[in-house]
C-alpha cells in the first residue's frame, strides 16, 4: 500500500514528507526529515485537519483455520469495516478512511489484517474479537451492548420514556383539578362583561382554528 | 456588540431587567477578554522568523468554510443575550410579557444563525471532506446541535408562555442551558478532552471554559431553586389532547434528542472514569438512538398543528387530521408498491406525507379563508396571509424545510458504495438505488502541475442506462509552498455530478503503479435535498424574524386580551 504513496512523493517534486515508508513515522518525524533535506524549511510541522498517529496500526493475524475458506464476501467485509474504527485519529471507521484518506497509513494496515483474517476463514464475530482483544473497544464505532455500556445505550430511551410518563401523569393531574373559577382578576384592566368576554373567547378560539 | 444592541433596542422597554442584564452581559464579556489577553493571546510573535506564510490549510479554502464559522459563531454568542435576560429575570424575580419578547427575538436569531452554519458545514463536510456523508456525529458537530435543539424547543414552548402563561420555569431553564451548552460545545473543541476531527483548533483555555461552565451552572441553579415560586405556572392545561400537550410532548422529544447527543458524546469519558475502559461512541451508536426519537418528532410536527389550543373535540380532529393522514398513508402505500422495504425509511416518508399534508391544509384553510374574506385572489391571498401571521405562516415553512431534510436523510439509508481499481480504459458496471444501470469508463490518470500544487487527476466517464451523462473528475492535491516544499497533507478533490434524485459521488482514494487508480464510487441518494431544506429553513426563519414595526402595538394588545379572554383569574392583564 506505500507504493501510491511513492507514485505521489514523485510527482510531489523535492518532498520526502509524503514517502514515509511502512508506517514508521509520524508526521512530526517527517518534518524534521524534510527540514533537514531543505535549509530554507522552517515548517516544523505538518498540520492535517486533526493529529495524525501512523504507527497506530497493530499486527493483527492469527494462523489460518484449516481447510480455511473465506465465510465473507466483499460486501459482508466492507460491511465489517464499517463496525472498526481507523486509529489514525480520523474518527472514520476502516473501510470510509481507507476509501477517502490518501495519507493515512493506518487504515490500509488494518484493512491488510482484515483481508489476512478473511482469507483465514474467520468469522464476522471473531475478526472483531480479534481486533477488541488487541486494541481495546475503543476500536469499535459504537460500544457493545453489554456491562457498563448498556448505561451508554438505554438511558436517553429510559430517560424519555420516563419524561413522557412524567408530562403524561402531570396532564391528568391538572385535567383532574377543577378548572379556575373564571372571575377577572381585580387588578386587571379588562373592561368587558362575563357575556363579552366569554364572546371574545370563543372568537379567539375561532380565529385560531378556523 | 450583540450586548450593546440588545441593550440599546430593549431598554426602554425592560427597565427593571437591564441593570441585571448588563451586568451578566458584561460578566461574560469580562471572562472571554481575559481569556484572550491572559490565556490565549492571539496576537502572539513566533519565536522564529517565517520564509514565507504557510497559507490556510486548503481543505478550509471553500466558500463554505468563509460563513459557516462565522455563522456558527453568531449563533453561539446570540444564546448569550437570552441568557443575560434569564439571569436578569431570575434576580429581579419579573418573567413577564415583555421579558418574553426580549428572548424570543434573541433566541430566534441565535437559531437562525444555528442553522445557516450547521447546514453550511454539513455541505463543507459533504464537498471537501471526501467520506461521502454530511453528518458524522462528531463532538463538535454535536455541541454545535445541542443549543440547536434547545433553541428549537425553546421557540415552540415559548408559545405557550406567551398563550397561557404556563411553563415559565420550564422557558428559563431551556434559555440558560442553551447558554450553557454553547459554552460546553466551546469548551470541547478548545480543550481537546474528546477526540474530534475538529481538534485543530485546540489550545491551553480549556480549564478556563471548565471553570466558567461550572461556574455558570452553580449560579444558575441556584437562581432558579431559589426563585421556583416566583416562576409558579399561573394556569393550568384543561386537556390531555390540546396544543399544550402537543408542545410539550415536542419538547420532551427535542430536549431528550439533546439529551442522547450529549450522553453519546460523554460517555466515553465517563465510561473511562467509571471502568477506565477507553470505547468510542461513534455514528451507529447515534443513528440507533436517535432515529426513533427524530421520527417522533417529524410526528409531532405534524401533529402540533392541527390540534386546537386548551382542548380539541373529537369532530374537530377527526376533520382535521383525515387528508393529512390519508395523504401519509398512500405515500408509504406508494412507496411500498415502488418496493422500498426498510420499515424505518417507510416510516418516515409516511410522516414527511402526513406533516406535508398538514402544512398544505394549513396553507389551503388560511388562503380559502382570506379569499372569502377578502375577495382576493390565489396569490395575492397567500401572500397576505403569510405577511399578516409571519410567525405562524414563517413557521409552517420551517417545518416545510424540516420535511425536506428528513427525506433527504432518510434517503441516505439506501446509499451504495463501491471500491473500484481501474486502469485506463477500464469500465465499472454498477446499479444505484433506484435500479438504474450505470457504467464508468476510466480516463486514465493525469498529473499536472500548478504553480501552487501538484495535482493528480482521475475522470470517469459516467452512463446511466446507457446513456452518457459526462465525465466526474476527481483529484488528489499537494499544496506547495514558495520554496516548492509540501504544505500539509495531501487532500482530495471530490467528484460530485448532483441531481435531485441521486448525488454520484466519486473519491480518488489513491494510485497505484502509475496507472491504476484506487476509488470510491457512492450513490448518496437525495442529498440535494438537505441543502434545499436548509434553505427552505432559512427563508421560513426570515419571515419569522422580520421586523413588524408598525403593526406590533396592535399585536400586544391582542396578545394581551386573548389572555384576559382565556385566563382572566389570574394573569396580570397588560403588563
Excluded at chain 1, 9 to 18: D, H, L, P, V
Excluded at chain 1, 65 to 72: D, E, F, G, M, R
Amino acid at each position: 500500500m506505500t507504493s501510491r504513496r511513492q507514485f505521489f512523493a514523485r510527482i510531489a517534486s523535492g518532498s520526502a514528507a509524503i514517502a514515509l515508508g511502512g508506517g514508521g513515522g509520524t508526521s512530526r518525524a517527517g518534518a524534521q526529515q524534510r527540514g533537514a533535506m531543505h535549509d530554507s524549511s522552517i515548517v516544523r510541522d505538518t498540520t492535517n485537519l486533526f493529529a495524525m498517529d501512523q504507527s497506530a496500526a497493530r499486527s493483527i493475524t492469527l494462523p489460518p483455520k484449516p481447510n480455511a475458506t473465506p465465510q465473507l464476501t466483499p460486501a459482508q467485509r466492507d460491511e465489517l469495516e464499517h463496525r472498526i474504527r481507523c486509529q489514525c485519529g480520523c474518527t472514520l471507521d476502516v473501510f470510509t478512511c481507507r476509501t477517502t484518506d490518501f495519507s493515512c497509513q493506518v487504515s490500509p494496515a488494518m484493512h491488510a489484517n482484515v483481508i489476512g483474517l478473511v482469507q483465514g476463514g474467520y468469522s464476522a464475530q471473531e475478526i472483531i474479537d480479534a481486533f477488541v482483544s488487541s486494541y481495546g473497544e475503543r476500536v469499535l464505532m459504537a460500544p457493545r451492548k453489554s456491562g457498563f455500556n448498556l448505561l451508554a445505550w438505554f438511558t436517553p430511551g429510559v430517560a424519555v420514556v420516563v419524561g413522557g410518563v412524567l408530562i403524561a401523569a402531570w396532564l391528568r393531574r391538572w385535567r383532574n383539578e377543577p378548572p379556575p373559577p373564571a372571575t377577572v382578576h381585580a387588578g386587571a384592566s379588562v373592561d368587558a362583561t362575563q357575556d363579552e368576554l366569554e364572546r371574545l373567547n370563543a372568537a379567539v378560539r375561532g380565529d385560531d382554528r378556523e | 456588540m450583540y450586548g450593546t444592541i440588545a441593550i440599546a433596542t430593549s431598554r426602554s422597554r425592560n427597565r427593571e431587567l437591564i441593570p441585571w442584564a448588563s451586568g451578566t452581559i458584561s460578566a461574560i464579556l469580562l471572562f472571554f477578554i481575559a481569556t484572550t489577553c491572559i490565556k490565549a493571546n492571539p496576537f502572539v510573535r513566533l519565536d522564529f522568523m517565517p520564509v514565507d506564510g504557510r497559507g490556510m490549510n486548503p481543505q478550509l479554502q471553500n466558500p463554505g468554510m468563509a460563513f459557516h464559522p462565522p455563522n456558527l459563531y453568531l449563533g453561539y454568542v446570540a444564546t448569550a443575550i437570552p441568557f443575560a435576560f434569564a439571569i436578569a429575570a431570575l434576580f429581579s424575580r419579573r418573567l413577564d410579557a415583555e421579558w418574553l419578547g426580549v428572548v424570543r427575538r434573541w433566541t430566534l436569531l441565535s437559531w437562525f444563525f444555528l442553522t445557516i452554519g450547521i447546514i453550511l458545514g454539513m455541505w463543507w463536510a459533504y464537498v471537501e471532506l471526501g467520506w461521502g456523508g454530511y453528518w458524522a456525529w462528531d463532538p463538535v458537530e454535536n455541541s454545535s446541535f445541542l443549543p440547536w435543539l434547545t433553541n428549537t424547543a425553546f421557540l415552540h414552548s415559548i408559545m405557550i408562555q406567551e398563550k397561557r402563561g404556563m411553563l415559565r420555569k420550564w422557558n428559563v431553564v431551556l434559555v440558560v442551558v442553551s447558554f450553557l451548552l454553547a459554552i460546553f460545545g466551546t469548551f470541547i473543541t478548545r480543550s481537546g478532552v474528546i477526540e474530534s476531527v475538529h481538534s485543530f483548533a485546540q489550545s491551553p483555555v480549556g480549564p478556563w471554559f471548565a471553570t466558567f461552565f461550572f461556574l455558570a451552572t452553580g449560579v444558575t441553579i441556584y437562581l432558579v431553586s431559589t426563585r421556583l415560586h416566583d416562576l409558579e405556572a399561573k394556569v393550568e392545561l384543561e386537556s390531555m389532547v390540546s396544543r399544550e400537550a402537543a408542545f410539550l410532548y415536542n419538547n420532551l422529544v427535542l430536549v431528550g434528542i439533546a439529551f442522547a447527543v450529549l450522553w453519546g458524546t460523554v460517555f466515553p469519558i465517563l465510561s473511562e472514569w467509571a471502568t477506565g475502559n477507553k470505547i468510542t461512541v461513534g455514528p451507529p451508536f447515534f443513528n440507533t438512538v436517535n432515529v426513533p426519537l427524530g421520527l417522533l418528532l417529524l410526528a409531532l410536527t405534524g401533529i402540533g398543528p392541527l390540534i386546537a389550543w386548551r382542548r380539541a373535540s373529537v369532530s374537530n380532529l377527526k376533520r382535521q387530521f383525515a387528508s393529512p393522514a390519508l395523504f401519509g398513508i398512500v405515500v408509504a402505500v406508494a412507496l411500498f408498491a415502488l418496493g422500498m422495504r426498510a420499515s424505518y425509511s417507510l416510516v418516515a416518508y409516511a410522516l414527511c406525507g402526513f406533516v406535508t399534508g398538514t402544512i398544505v391544509q394549513e396553507f389551503y384553510k388560511g388562503v380559502r379563508a382570506r379569499q372569502t374574506i377578502h375577495e382576493e385572489s390565489l396569490i395575492p391571498a397567500f401572500m397576505h396571509l403569510v405577511e399578516r401571521n409571519r410567525r405562524r405562516y414563517g413557521g409552517y415553512i420551517v417545518h416545510v424545510g424540516i420535511v425536506m431534510l428528513f427525506a433527504a436523510f432518510a434517503g441516505m439509508a439506501f446509499r451504495t458504495e463501491n471500491d473500484v481499481t481501474l486502469k485506463a480504459g477500464e469500465t465499472f458496471d454498477t446499479r444505484d438505488p433506484y435500479g438504474h444501470q450505470w457504467r464508468f469508463v476510466s480516463q486514465g490518470v493525469s498529473t499536472s502541475n500548478r504553480p501552487d500544487r501538484d495535482v493528480i487527476a482521475v475522470g470517469l466517464e459516467a452512463f446511466r442506462d446507457g446513456k452518457r451523462l459526462g465525465i466526474i473528475t476527481s483529484e488528489k492535491r499537494q499544496y506547495l509552498d514558495s520554496q516548492h516544499n509540501t504544505l500539509f497533507e495531501p487532500i482530495t478533490e471530490v467528484g460530485i455530478r448532483s441531481t435531485a434524485k441521486l448525488d454520484t459521488y466519486v473519491v480518488l482514494a489513491g494510485v497505484r503503479g502509475n496507472d491504476i487508480a484506487e476509488l470510491r464510487v457512492t450513490f448518496n441518494p437525495l442529498v440535494m435535498w438537505v441543502w434545499t431544506g436548509g434553505f427552505v429553513m432559512m427563508i421560513g426563519g426570515l419571515i419569522v424574524m422580520w421586523p413588524q414595526a408598525e403593526r406590533r402595538p396592535v399585536q400586544a394588545g391582542y396578545a394581551a386580551t386573548i389572555k384576559a379572554s382565556q385566563a382572566p383569574a389570574e394573569i396580570p392583564v397588560g403588563v
